[in-house]
Each structure stands twice: as C-alpha cells, then as structure tokens.
C-alpha cells in the first residue's frame, strides 16, 4: 500500500471526456497521469444524460455528514439546474479521486466540501459554458444571445433546448480554459437550507449500507478473535462447530478464526463452541493503571519542539507567579451504529468487495495485495456508512473478509458483533498534556510551557508524515491563539502498547482540553472573568475570528447572568478551518452533571448548507458530551473491560442538551464542521464545573464520586 501522496496535487487541470452520448466535465491531477488515458481522467464530474438527468460522481464516502446534498448543490448553483434533477453515483477507486487536503482517496479531516468547494463549481460552470456553446451552434447566434437556466438553454429569442438535448454535441466541444464563476450574491442554492437528498431513501430503507449487501450464493462469517488485542490463534478444536447447523467452513486467518455460515446467527453460535489456543502476545500485561504511568515516565524522555517563542526560561524566572497542571484523556471507541462489516466476493477472474469504508483506495490495495490480483481485476464497491468518525479509515475488517472469501472460493460477508466491535476497535490515543505558566502581577501570562505526550496514530499508518519526531495529527490545537510574548511547546511521541487511530476530531479534543481548561485555570489565579481574560489576549486582526466567535457565543448565552442552580464554561478553539465557540451551560446533583444547554458561535467560513452545518454540530455536541461525561476504554490483563453499551454509555436522548448555534455570515473559504465543535465540548463542560463547584476536572470522564463532596 503506498502511503498517502503529497498534498502538492493541488493544482487541478481542466479535462473532460464524452461516454456513451453524456457530456462528462471534471479535473486531471497532475502527477498521477502515468497513461495518456489517466492523463485525460477525472476527479469530480458532471454527467448530463440525455433524459435531462444530471448526474455527478461522488467521491467522498457518505457517513451522515451531508455529503450527497452539498456536493450536488455546488454543481447544481453553477449548472443552473434543478436540486431535484442531480443524481448521484458513488466513485470507485482511480488516482483521480484524491482528496487534495489529505492526499489520498480518503474522506476524513472535514475536508470533503473544503475539497470540492472549488473544483465541483468550475466543473458546472464549464459544463454549463459547453451547453451554451453547443445550443449556439445549432442556432447560429452568438453565445452571448444565450443563457442556462432549469436545465435548459435558452435564446434572446425565446428558442429552447434541453440539456439532455445538447449533451452529445457539447460534450465534442473543447473545455473552456477560463470560466467565470456566480458571485456569491447571485447564488440561488449555496448557503441556503436544502433537505437531504438522501434522506428519502434512507428512510424508505432504499439506502445501502455495508450490512444490507447481498450477493448470490453468499455466507455469512462470524469471526473469533483473541481477547488481547494483537494475538494471534495457535490451534483450534473445530469439531462441534463443524457439526452444526449452517456451517459451510471454519478458517483460521491471520488474527482469528472464522466460521462461514448461511446465515449470521448459525455463524455466530458456531463461532462461540470453537476451542482456541490464543497466543496473547505482548500485550497480555496492559493496564490501566500501566498504561497511566507509561504517560508519566514519557515526560522525562526528550521531545520535539513544535513551536518556540522567545526566552521561556528567563521570563519564568522573573514572573510574579507560576501555575502549573496536568491533564489526562483516556483512549475512547468509535462507537459507530453499524458494526465493522465488509463483503468480499473473490474469484478465479477477479475480486470484488462491498462495504463501509473511508478509505477506498487502502481497501484496494489490501484486497491486491491479499488476492494477488492487479488493480484492474480489483474493485471496491464502497456503502452508505453507518457511523465512522475515523474507524472506517482502518481496513483491518476489509483483510478479514477478503482473507475469509479466498478460502473458501465465495462470496463472504463477515459480520462483527458489538462486542467484537467495542473489544478490537483502533482507539482514540490516550494523552497526558502538562502546562506551565510564568504571570506577571497583574495575572497576565508572560511565558508557558505545553508538552503533550500521546500515542501516534499517524506513525503506524503513514509514517512518512512524521519527520524529526513533529506529528502533525498530534499536534492539532496544541498551539494558543492568545498572545503570550514567550513559548514553548513540545510533543513526545509515546508508545503504549494499544492500537491507536482517528477519532473524530483528532488531537483537537486531547489539546484544546488542555490549553483551554489551563487558560480557564489562569484566568481564576488572576481572579479575572475568563471571557474577558481571553479577550485582553486576542489581539491583532488574525485574532478577529477568534473574537467575534466568543463574543458571540457569550453574548447568546447569557454570560453573567446564569439562572439560579445554573452554572457556564466557555472554550475556544480553530479546526479544520473553523473558528469555534462554546457555552455550556450545567448543574450538579450529587456530583452528577447535567448539561442543559450548549451554545455554539461558529465561523466556518462559507457556508454551503446551514442546515447541514447546524446539523453537524449538534453531532458533534451529541458525540463529544459523551466523551465528557460517560465513556472511557480501559484495560485489565491485557483486555478491553468494557463490551456494549452498558459498560461503554454514550449520550442517551433524555441527556442531550438544547444546543444553540449561531452561524457566522463570512466570505472565508469553507472550513471543516464535522468535528470541530467535538473538542470544545471537554473544556467549556470542565471549566463549568468548576464555577459550580470551585473543583478543577483534569480527567475524562468526569467523575461523579469527586464531585460529590464539592
């Protein structure tokens, strides 16, 4: 598998190619022509077919984030087409597909309308141009006595034509090198509220998703795998599983046993009278407890400065006063609704595999390597996703399903249970972050120390990406926005033992816990309110967003003037573009919190569909409270303790919080809001906390039994 390309293939060359009577317009990437035929490839097009249907191929996976809707609204606004007319297909795997922010085919980071902003509006616009240029022709007027408008072209004259009318002959037209794009006080569907377009088939149960797969001739596989994460199976007893009802084979594969079944309860009881020898491997001695001491001793070992500003030491040694706290997070699953699953169909001819996944162009290239197939005998058929927030980007599941189907020569769907799925997850890394801090004697910071120690997900996947010890999905957040003359901020890399990947927000929500509970902490050494403190340190005009997103958020949230019984925490942060505020707004019972109301400033630049952002971040509230409040992944023997939902709780309907979101009218270019708002939910919860109780919270989830005494 290659690791993920450089983010250079920015530039995009317009192209486009006539299939079967439709007018295809998209973008070549350079560095990825190795053929003349990859050179005329494209990233994103737009098919109009001849019965006026208007067709783009979508290339990011579609998990809830809104992708099939703001997508063909960005064609749609330039195109001059009806919404309801754009249909979408999902691509499959080809060079052309990579997301630009991220370099590969891979839909993560709260990229996937920030990638496409540019790229899919010039793709309307000069498939639009192509439809004016061929309805001129056939008129023999000029195109600039013509206009698009509903998916038609029409004269100064009042002659008409469909699009699906003028598609073979626009399609034999050149490209238009230039194309000039609606200005944003023209546009009719950007940034308008528009309903899902796929809402209808998910509610119909039309939508596809990876478990819903069928396939003639198809089994399913339930798959036993150690109890310690990374064991491996050293023998197997098969003999009762075998003989019962269903069973069509047991196979041992490189991490587990499988039993291939008709159905998924014949392959799941089988599953579990199959007798295994495991070999537990080097984990069979995690802790917890180790695990939290292994943080610890990390900070004595050196670490890579991500960022230096002035003389930290000599103005630590001339402040009035020095704070100084740590913060720990613990790991965390993914949780998705839809438990791993992939079908895999490998052949004699060829491989085929169906299935929720954010990373395409990775499943392809285990389902290569596995199969020994070339990548044209390979094919990836990638599913609605129930859930993804970053798991979906591992393949481990994909290698399992296609190792399962070559054995046995059919096609196989392999079926994780929620326990396989809470046990064997790719978590969210543990961090431990210290902060020190140097005030003056009017409370204001004139120096910090950061130093945030944490697992690295990135070194296992794409380790390319991490150079002189700096891991940048390590260090997002990690950097204040405030203005504080003298830093230093480091990063140390830590192994500790447990398989770590993406989890919705990254490092965002490890490092703006920290920095913002700290600042939190500061504010109340200085006895200064801490939306003021903040505010005296946000300074200059690349601080403005900064501002006007927390001045917001207060201002909506009533700060100050909180009701009997009712306490707020504020956070701040940029990610992925976007410029966050929070309010939470809480009361305590018996150390139980309860978070009543959530209000959200949020700048994300332009913005495509408010319905989708705010929908995105009432998510994202949804997600991150329950990170706050509720779960935690821990470790016993070297096993995962907790197993399903009741020992691994998330946010349950009668605890969601009224959430309040104020967006912010901008011309910025978009940013990402999938995530974002997931990491300020730990601070401004934490540093509400303590306005109620005097209590600082420094660990996650927050502990009732503490609170209790407060």
Known sequence: MNALKSSSRRNFLKTSIAVSGSLMVGFHVPGFAKTEAASTAINGWVRVGSDNSVTIICHRS???????????????????????????????????????????????????????????????????MMLISAAANEWKIPESDC?????????????????????????????????????????????????????????????????????????????????????????????????????????????????????????????????????????????????????????????????????VDKAMAGAARKIAASYELPFLAHATMEPMNFTADVRTDGCDIYGPTQFPQMAEGVAMQITGFPKEKVKVHTTFLGGGFGRRIDVDFIVQAVQISKAVGKPVKLIWTREDDMTHDFYRPVSLNTLEAG????????????????PSVTARLFPSFVKDGIEPFMAEAAVLPYDIPNTNVEMAIHDAGVRVGYWRSVSHALNCFANESFIDELAAAAGKDPVAYRLAMLNGKEAERFRNVLSIATAKAGWGNAAKGRFLGVALMEGYGSYVAQVSEISIDNGAVRVHKVTCAVDCGMIVNPDIVKAQVESSVAYGMSAVLLSKITFKDGKVEQSNFDSYPVMRMNQMPVVDVHLVASTEKPGGIGEPVVATCGPSVANAVFAATGKRVRKLPIDADALKSA
């Open 439 to 454: 005030l003056d004697k009017d409370g204001k910071p004139v120096a910090m120390r950061f130093r945030l120690t944490s």
């Open 147 to 311: 206009r698009a408008d509903n998916g038609m072209v029409i004269s100064n004259g009042g002659k008409k034509l469909f699009y699906g009318q003028l598609a073979p002959k626009a399609a034999m037209l050149p490209v238009p090198k230039e194309v000039a794009l609606k200005d944003a006080k023209a546009w009719k569907i950007i940034g308008r509220p528009v309903k899902r377009l796929d809402t209808p088939a998910k509610v119909t149960g039309k939508a596809e998703y990876g478990i819903d797969v069928q396939l003639p001739g198809m089994l399913i596989a339930s798959l036993a795998q150690c109890p310690v994460l990374g064991g491996k199976p050293i023998s197997v007893d098969d003999t009762k599983a075998r003989a019962m009802p269903g069973v069509k084979a047991v196979v041992k594969i490189d991490d587990g046993v499988a039993v291939v079944a008709t159905s998924f309860w014949q392959a799941k009881v089988a599953r579990d009278a199959l007798n295994i020898t495991w070999d537990n491997g080097q984990g069979a001695t995690l802790s917890s407890a180790g695990i939290s001491q292994g943080l610890k001793d990390a900070l004595a070992k050196p670490a890579a400065t991500l960022k230096k500003t002035g003389d």
């Open 62 to 128: 579609e998990m809830g984030q809104g992708t099939y809707t703001s997508m063909p609204m960005l064609v749609a606004e330039e195109l001059e087409v009806d919404l309801r007319r754009v249909k979408i297909e999902m691509a499959g795997v080809d060079p052309i597909y990579i997301n630009a922010l991220l370099g590969g085919q891979l839909t993560g980071g709260s990229t996937s309308v920030r990638d496409a902003f540019d790229g899919l509006r010039k793709a309307g616009a000069q498939a639009r």
